[in-house]
């Protein structure tokens, strides 16, 4: 996940570098999937701890929902 959201952070600047604006709408989008992404890495230390399977399989979800919006 690291690895997507710093891929993102990289096309990000390019396009802000390059002056490329954004719509409100695209910086929502943005701005949710981030959300969402920092939701899940909240989760991540209760799934090592406790190994719950319920949990894994709900972030597992969460992520492909994710790069599905992405």
């Known amino acids: 996940m690291t690895y997507n ?11 802000s570098q390059n002056h490329i604006l954004f719509s409100d709408r695209a910086v929502k989008e943005v701005n949710d999937v981030f959300q969402e992404a920092m939701k899940l890495l909240e989760s991540l230390p209760n799934l090592v701890t406790t190994q719950n ?4 399989q ?13």
């Open 53 to 56: 399977k319920l949990l894994a």
């Open 5 to 15: 959201i710093e891929g993102i952070l990289d096309r990000l600047k390019a396009k």
């Open 58 to 70: 709900r972030i597992g979800e969460e992520v492909r929902s994710i790069f599905k919006n992405c």
